[in-house]
């Protein structure tokens, strides 16, 4: 008798766990939904103008942009590349093409414009520039560095 006891707690533990299991991940599954259907009402508002990423410090990483959609003023967390140009902006992507040749000094290239993110006022073509680095020749030839290891 006490082996069908002691099995039949060990049951009831086990439908427990599953049962906790399942209420947390349906709580999780309900949390994504709300969070999607927030952003599903901020689009369907209609025209929502966006403004400038604008770093927390210094001219790039982690900050924030403002949206008003409506009445209602949100702000949105984003990211400013540390690598990207700031003369036509990160909300600008642009397709470039190859680099020039080198003419007095600098090379350019120009990009047109691929995607404007979050109604950005970007340019439809653009031209950047570069200095020319002077290829210097590696040497050739170089000796090579002995082995490790046992020599027999």
């Known amino acids: 008798m006490k082996l069908r006891t002691s099995s039949t707690?060990?049951?009831?533990?086990?439908?427990?766990?599953?049962?906790?299991?399942?209420?947390?991940?349906?709580?999780?599954?309900?949390?994504?939904?709300?969070t999607k259907e927030k952003a599903k009402e901020l689009k369907a508002e209609g025209e929502c103008s966006y403004g400038r990423c604008v770093p927390n410090s210094g001219d790039c990483g982690l900050g924030v942009r403002e949206a008003i959609?409506?009445?209602?003023?949100?702000?949105?967390?984003?990211?400013?590349?540390c690598n990207w140009k700031k003369d036509f902006g990160a909300d600008c992507k642009y397709k470039f093409g190859r680099w020039g040749e080198c003419e007095a000094g600098t090379r350019s290239r120009s990009g047109v414009l691929r995607k404007a993110l979050f109604n950005a006022d970007?340019?439809?073509t653009i031209?950047?520039?570069k200095p020319c680095i002077p290829k210097t020749p590696k040497p050739k030839g170089g000796e090579k560095?002995?082995?490790k290891g046992k020599e027999n």
């Open 9 to 34: 707690a060990t049951r009831m533990r086990g439908v427990f766990s599953v049962t906790i299991m399942l209420l947390v991940a349906l709580t999780i599954a309900v949390e994504a939904a709300k």
């Open 69 to 81: 959609c409506k009445e209602q003023t949100k702000n949105f967390k984003c990211k400013v590349p």
């Open 145 to 147: 560095k002995a082995k």
């Open 127 to 129: 031209k950047v520039n």
């Open 122 to 124: 970007c340019q439809e």
